[in-house]
């Protein structure tokens, strides 16, 4: 069991996955707090050495190191569907809380449910069914990571249950606004010019059907943004009456792309995506790729969604 496995540890190590989001890193960082109560020596460890400054509000965001530490004996990843996506060499026991369908599970332990909006809800569930007493940290990072992977509860799989886990954070002591004025009402003026552009830019394909976005390095270093300044566009892009796919393909800088799947349900974005050594969701996945370029790539996705509209378009017809 996970919980025998933390209590015999002498060092633990927390981790999120790379360029983390407020699930991720709220996860780590409420597993944190509780381990603060125990004398066992804790570690809060990134890859991503320049973290999203909007996630500072979360607790114990300095604490966070990119240093991974020789003498663990116990890591603990959130929501990261893959090892590689740790962006570390560890060999030993390491628990595994996730709610992606794609995860590998990786770890010596997982503690997987693949029906949670988050992360953040699977570990929250973990806490109650452990009667852990969760603080007013932990219920703020838990909080965080709940409405940025359900987008403010605006995700259409949100569940009465989904409500009853926000008003118990609440409760124990989440800050509403603060949550949402740093994941969603803090934009920079990079961003804002980012956004600009990728609307502009934007590509309508398959009867409108496909929304693409193609960003390349001239765009993000003309407009100074980031990485993590491109996906609110896309999700944006799904609102529009006739589409019904929205597709991300973000050149990076050293090489290889980023790719970022939405989809309303139509197709599966994770069943896409795992082609590509991808994964995440029915309605949202991901992949990054090495040694390819954004024009093979942005091809070969457009080709397998395709087939994907097709292959559903088969299977209506044969019900009919």
Not at 34 to 40: C, F
């Amino acid at each position: 069991m996970p919980l025998s496995l933390i209590d015999s540890a002498h060092h633990i190590v927390l981790v999120a996955h790379e360029h983390p989001d407020a699930d991720s890193l709220g996860s780590a960082c409420a597993f944190y707090s509780y381990l603060l109560r125990s004398k066992t020596k804790v570690t809060l460890f990134c890859v991503t050495p320049s973290l999203n400054q909007n996630l500072s509000f979360l607790p114990w965001f300095d604490k966070i190191t990119a240093k991974f530490p020789e003498s663990a004996d116990l890591a603990i990843s959130f929501d990261c569907g893959s090892f590689a996506r740790l962006g570390l060499e560890y060999h030993g026991a390491l628990i595994n809380f996730d709610h992606h369908i794609s995860n590998d599970n990786y770890g010596t332990h997982n503690c997987i449910n693949p029906n949670a909006l988050s992360t953040s809800q699977v570990l929250y569930e973990w806490f109650v069914t452990e009667t852990i007493k969760i603080n007013g940290k932990m219920a703020n990072a838990l909080y965080a990571g709940l409405i940025d992977d359900t987008a403010c509860f605006s995700d259409p799989q949100c569940t009465p249950s989904t409500f009853m886990m926000a008003y118990s954070l609440v409760q124990l002591g989440a800050d509403h606004a603060q949550c949402v004025n740093a994941l969603f009402n803090s934009h920079s003026l990079a961003s804002f010019r980012l956004k600009g552009e990728m609307s502009r830019r934007m590509k309508l394909l398959q009867d409108g059907r496909v929304a693409l976005f193609e960003v390349d390095q001239p765009l993000l270093e003309s407009t100074g943004a980031r990485l993590l300044d491109c996906k609110e566009v896309v999700d944006a892009a799904l609102s529009l009456k006739t589409v019904e796919v929205a597709l991300l393909v973000v050149e990076l800088k050293h090489g290889g792309v980023k790719v970022s799947l939405r989809s309303s349900g139509v197709i599966n974005a994770a069943d896409i995506l795992k082609k590509f050594e991808g994964g995440g969701h029915r309605t949202r996945a991901g992949a990054r790729m090495a040694d390819v370029t954004l024009q093979e790539t942005v091809k070969e996705l457009l080709n397998s969604i395709k087939s994907a509209f097709e292959l559903t378009t088969e299977e209506n017809m044969a019900l009919v």
